[in-house]
């Protein structure tokens, strides 16, 4: 199962509660005050773990409760500290307050950690407050509460190039055909229904890149028709983004670039900017060459390069890739 977006309560550990005690022991009178600190409450922490690729595993999952600190005891005694509990999300989650929409945590790099719920720290216990004037003080102070949050964890896949394009583009064919992925292929709108992530390498292993197929998106997608919208952001972190066109599909070639590029700009104004390759799918079932003529004019017109190709019997596959290596070979 993809799970790409979770919703959690935490609730970070509270402090214990400081100790009100005297010693008292034979032949030691006016035995002073000697209660023990209370124990500060467990963290909530998150952590990227890179044998995760889904939030799959906190599915079902609704609370997460971090360990109290125990109170102070006498004998100057303090309590153990609460235990702090773990959450342990794929690289590239993202951590949002859900009330406030205020980004807490970006985790791109395995291993990153945040404390995204401080524990309360424990109470002091009454030998703290003893002076010259008060030599008995029998009170003490209470643990605070440890923090307590909604979080939302949201999932943006960590790829190197996108793949973006209307339903049945041919972007799990191409995927499948550069790269050892094994996406749903058939003939009906919406076959992806989650991103695919597959590996493209060249040079004998010398140079790989990590290309994402992103569900087929349509018109009006930024705003939640079909199935696109939920997964967008996964093309946020991707270095370069081909912009599939069906050459072969009824819809003309502009009306796909124009709607693609649209919505792209709706979700986030920054993609278009994006380093982009326009590439026309199916060439092997184009007979007229003014399909490539308009794809080729569109193109030059957006100041975009572009790539005809046929992952069914590979004509332009290669140049393609080598296109896609040198661009990302520019950013770095």
Not at 148 to 159: D, F, G, P, T, Y
Not at 196 to 209: D, P
Request: net charge neutral.
């Amino acid at each position: 199962m993809f799970l790409d977006e979770v919703r959690l309560t935490v609730k970070a550990g509270d402090g214990g509660r400081g100790c009100v005690s005297f010693r008292r022991e034979k032949y030691v009178p006016r035995g002073g005050p000697n209660g023990g600190d209370g124990g500060d409450g467990g963290d909530v922490v998150v952590r990227a773990d890179r044998h995760y690729s889904t939030l799959a595993h906190l599915y079902g999952r609704h609370h997460v409760r971090a360990g109290r600190g125990e109170h102070g005891r006498g004998s100057n005694r303090g309590g153990a500290a609460g235990a702090s509990v773990e959450i342990v999300v794929p690289p590239g989650t993202v951590v949002r307050d859900e009330e406030s929409g205020v980004l807490l945590a970006d985790l791109v790099n395995a291993e990153a950690t945040v404390v995204i719920a401080r524990g309360g720290r424990g109470g002091r216990g009454n030998q703290h407050f003893a002076t010259p004037s008060r030599q008995a003080p029998r009170f003490a102070e209470p643990g605070t509460p440890g923090e307590e949050r909604r979080i939302v964890l949201e999932l943006k896949l960590i790829a190197d190039v996108g793949l973006v394009g209307f339903p049945n583009a041919g972007k799990s064919t191409l995927l499948a055909r550069v790269s050892a992925a094994h996406p749903k292929i058939a003939d009906y709108p919406f076959t992806t229904l989650t991103p695919q992530l597959g590996v493209v390498v060249r040079n004998g292993g010398e140079r790989s890149l990590v290309f994402a197929d992103i569900p087929g998106l349509i018109a009006g997608a930024h705003a939640g028709a079909g199935l696109g919208h939920r997964f967008l952001r996964h093309i946020e972190r991707c270095r370069v983004l081909l912009h599939l066109v069906d050459l072969a599909a009824g819809v003309s070639v502009e009306e796909q670039v124009l709607v693609l590029r649209g919505e792209l700009k709706q979700y986030d104004p920054a993609l278009p900017q994006r380093a982009a390759l326009l590439v026309g799918t199916k060439l092997d079932a184009v007979s007229s060459p003014a399909v490539l003529e308009e794809l080729a004019a569109i193109a030059g017109r957006l100041g975009m390069p572009w790539r005809a190709v046929s992952a069914v019997s590979g004509q332009g596959l290669d140049e393609m890739l080598e296109e896609v290596f040198q661009l990302a070979g520019e950013l770095g």
